[in-house]
T-cell receptor
């Protein structure tokens, strides 16, 4: 059974650019969540999608957005990149949002220069 | 607002020792609690999930307990091995909203 797949694994972008990250959940999982991990702030929740609908959003500026497709794959987009957006972006999938085990991908390492 | 803390922040032990990692949370109204391990630069690997109605879960050399009333969970690792070296993260699921993570415990098991 394939795990959670995140692409690309590594990205280097310049300040002001925009970036799109992709997450393919485990087959059959319909809930996808995104987290940002930095050395200073740890793991912070970005947003969660279930059945193509955003259920929750963390405390991040509007430059961070996402969506989920009918096949449960999800993308997140960051516009007008800032140096502080450099982080490991992690995606988690679960069967549904409530009370089920979450499985994480390997993450996308974004470096903004 | 849910806050999660983990003690100790770092731990170094010789191979073969039994050890306990601690996790505390401020709001006891949780759906479940999940323990993860993270190797440097990698994603999170799920270790154990404890649902709110459960008191403990076991998997191999790992045992996790949950005391909602006191806002605490412990992860017990028996007969530690160098391969157990990693950062261990505790995550609390707030009513299926999202995970709130602790800062992690960085474990080093020395051969």
């Amino acid at each position: 059974k394939a795990g959670v797949t995140q692409t690309p694994r590594y990205l280097i972008k310049t300040r002001g650019q925009q970036v799109t990250l992709s997450c393919s959940p485990i087959s059959g999982h319909r809930s996808v969540s995104w987290y940002q991990q930095t050395p200073g702030q740890g793991l912070q929740f970005l947003f969660e999608y279930f059945s193509e609908t955003q259920r929750n959003k963390g405390n991040f500026p509007g430059r961070f957005s996402g969506r989920q497709f009918s096949n449960s794959r999800s993308e997140m987009n960051v516009s007008t990149l800032e140096l502080g957006d450099s982080a490991l972006y992690l995606c988690a999938s679960s069967l549904d949002p409530a009370n089920t085990e979450a499985f994480f991908g390997q993450g996308t390492r974004l470096t903004v220069v | 607002k849910q806050e999660v803390t983990q003690i100790p922040a770092a731990l170094s032990v010789p191979e073969g020792e039994n050890l306990v990692l601690n996790c505390s949370f401020t709001d006891s109204a949780i759906y479940n609690l999940q323990w993860f391990r993270q190797d440097p630069g990698k994603g999170l690997t799920s270790l154990l999930l404890i649902q709110s109605s459960q008191r403990e879960q076991t998997s191999g050399r790992l045992n996790a307990s949950l005391d909602k009333s006191s806002g605490r969970s412990t992860l017990y690792i028996a007969a530690s091995q160098p391969g157990d070296s990693a950062t261990y993260l505790c995550a609390v699921d707030n009513y299926g909203q999202n995970f709130v993570f602790g800062p992690g415990t960085r474990l080093s098991v020395l051969p």
